[in-house]
Nanobody
């Protein structure tokens, strides 16, 4: 199993910045990729950014150029630097880890979520 603990959410004005952190523990050797997803009220959870263990990065079109995902393997931590925040970035941000089950399939783990609120 993998445990994920997020931190860094909060309330910020439009145009401001926040940095989210997610620390992984447990069977971290099984992790194939980590990422951030968010869910706004009344909407489905959506991908924000992901990074694989080989360094491949993907961003949602809505955050390209404003958000940066990075990792510190020594600390088993993934970060999401969010700049030029907009009210539409408001939501609960969840850390995700895609893990190798060893049976040719992947299994996702999720953190508890951290609230990001951007005021206009």
């Amino acid at each position: 199993q993998v445990q994920l603990v997020e931190s860094g959410g909060g309330l910020v004005q439009a145009g401001g910045s926040l940095r989210l952190s997610c620390v992984a523990s447990g069977n971290i050797i099984s992790i194939l990729a980590m990422g951030w997803y968010r869910q706004a009220p009344g909407k489905q959870r959506e991908l924000v950014a992901t990074i694989t263990t080989t360094g491949s990065i993907k961003y949602a079109d809505s955050v390209k150029g404003r958000f940066t995902i990075s990792e510190d393997n020594a600390k088993s931590t993934v970060y999401l630097q969010m700049n030029s925040l907009k009210p539409e970035d408001t939501g609960v941000y969840y850390c995700n880890a895609a893990t190798d089950t060893g049976w040719g399939t992947e299994f996702p783990y999720w953190g508890q979520g951290t609230q990001v609120t951007v005021s206009s």
